[in-house]
């Protein structure tokens, strides 16, 4: 089940004011322990990002693992993008963010909205009825599902042949960035993180919609927090 953070049991809470029991040495003065990154404020949120693509489970590239480049045209990158027109649809083609076997994703504005997005394509290589319609169902699921702590998909799909779904692009990396800055997390941060991944996954679940691949790669963190 999920749980706000508001109801954060009290044993999560920091302990003040606290008097030694009588027989027992006093409590020693906590370890002083780093300043928690900006990246997860107070007003900040964690948002649950798709799973990585593999194979096996026909569910696309996390979208958010940012890969440089020039943000040139798509015919400067490496696989089934090369080639790819410059639009599909409203949206034009910006810097690849990620790529797996199964779909490739790029920063991409929305014309008719004015945003961007982060712009999912299925590989004709994998297309087949069987991968289209896991990439159908994962486009139904997200467009269903409406939660704070779970990434949003505005729209899907195909336009001149290519298969795409529409997601919200989160700016501010993952958790996994997190981790490789701060090491182990301080144990009030750690929380924070969990009761929102939990939160998002308690919505998740609720609708049958099982993630497969939970992981600190796939936590994002939005620029905000």
Do not use: C, W
Request: no cysteine; aromatic share 4%.
């Amino acid at each position: 089940p999920s749980m706000a953070t508001s109801q954060m049991p009290e044993a999560f809470k920091p302990l003040t004011g606290m008097s030694p029991v009588a027989g027992s040495s006093a409590p020693k003065t906590p370890t002083p322990q780093p300043p928690v990154s900006s990246s997860v404020s107070d007003t900040g949120r964690i948002v649950i990002g798709a799973s990585s693509g593999s194979e096996n489970d026909g569910t696309p590239m996390t979208p958010h693992a940012a890969v440089p480049n020039a943000g040139g045209p798509p015919a400067e990158v490496s696989g089934f993008t090369q080639g790819l027109p410059n639009k599909i649809g409203r949206y034009t083609l910006g810097r690849l963010l990620g790529q797996g076997g199964m779909a490739a994703v790029f920063l991409a504005p929305d014309e008719v909205h004015k945003r961007d997005v982060a712009l999912k394509l299925l590989n004709p290589a994998v297309v087949n009825a069987t991968t289209l319609e896991r990439f159908k169902r994962e486009a139904l699921a997200g467009v269903q599902l409406r939660h704070e702590h779970v990434v949003a998909t505005y729209d899907a799909g195909t336009e001149a042949g290519h298969h795409y779904i529409a997601a919200e692009f989160v700016e501010g990396g993952t958790v996994r960035d997190l981790m490789a800055r701060l090491g182990p997390f301080p144990p009030l941060l750690a929380v924070k993180i969990i009761v929102q991944v939990l939160d998002g996954l308690g919505a998740a679940h609720a609708r049958g919609i099982i993630h497969r691949d939970l992981k600190p790669a796939n936590l994002l963190i939005t620029k905000d927090g």
